[in-house]
């Protein structure tokens, strides 16, 4: 139980693109879902709470304009990288807390490039 | 504001050896502890957590220590092997809202035949 699936594992997108990465809870639903960043060799940075029904929360220094997070329902959050720079290219990850306060479960993970 | 300190950045050890990774977390109501295991290119695996009812737990070769006054929390590593070369995370929650996880910077562990 507890599976987390993200989507894509990687995308390579042109400059001013945009791109979208799928956090979806399989088993279980999830009002809350986490959004980090980690740049190579460093560690997971978080950028926005996901909260389904609500707006999402940003981390200070994160554009919400630019990263567009989207709860759409109990078991999928979404995160859209706007108009993508090379310096966006990093490793997406979400992670998902669990019912009953019993941990939390990451996502695969989504490496972009951005060309 | 909150954060969660993990020294050392780099831990270089002879197999057979024992590793020891060290933290500490600012917010006083955090009361869970997860240490995570991540292999180049992979996502971060759950290797063992400890909640803050208890001080130390233990799992075969690996162990987490806990000292709330103090606030930080160890991860031990016993007979080391070189399966277990990886970056090492340890990680807090924010106490208030969403219980939000703030990860410690990360530990590289190569353990040398």
């Known amino acids: 139980g507890a599976v987390v699936s993200q989507h894509p594992s990687r995308v390579i997108c042109k400059s001013g693109t945009s791109v979208k990465i799928e956090c979806r809870s399989l088993d279980f639903q999830a009002t809350t879902m986490f959004w980090y960043r980690q740049f190579p060799k460093q560690s997971l940075m978080l950028m926005a709470t996901s909260n389904e029904g609500s707006k999402a929360t940003y981390e200070q220094g994160v554009e919400k304009d630019k990263f567009l997070i989207n709860h759409a329902s109990l078991t999928l959050s979404t995160l859209t990288v706007t108009s993508a720079h090379p310096e966006d290219s990093s490793f997406y990850i979400c992670?998902?807390?669990?019912?009953?306060?019993?941990?939390?479960?990451f996502g695969s993970g989504t490496r972009l490039t951005v060309v | 504001g909150e954060n969660v300190e993990q020294h050392p950045s780099t831990l270089s050890v002879q197999e057979g050896d024992s590793a020891v990774i060290k933290c500490t977390y600012s917010?006083?109501?955090?009361?869970?502890f997860p240490w995570y295991k991540q292999e180049l290119g992979k996502r971060p695996q759950l290797i063992i957590d400890?909640?803050?009812?208890?001080g130390e737990k233990k799992d075969q070769r690996i162990a987490v220590t806990l000292n709330k006054t103090a606030k930080h929390f160890s991860l031990h590593i016993t007979e080391t092997q070189p399966e277990d070369s990886a970056v090492y995370f340890c990680?807090?929650?924010?106490?208030?809202?969403?219980?939000?996880?703030?990860f410690g910077a990360g530990t590289r562990l190569a353990v040398h035949p």
């Open positions: 990680a807090a929650p924010l106490s208030g809202g969403y219980n939000k996880l703030i």
């Open positions: 917010d006083s109501a955090s009361n869970y």
């Open positions: 992670l998902v807390p669990l019912e009953g306060n019993y941990g939390y479960t």
């Open positions: 400890i909640r803050s009812n208890v």
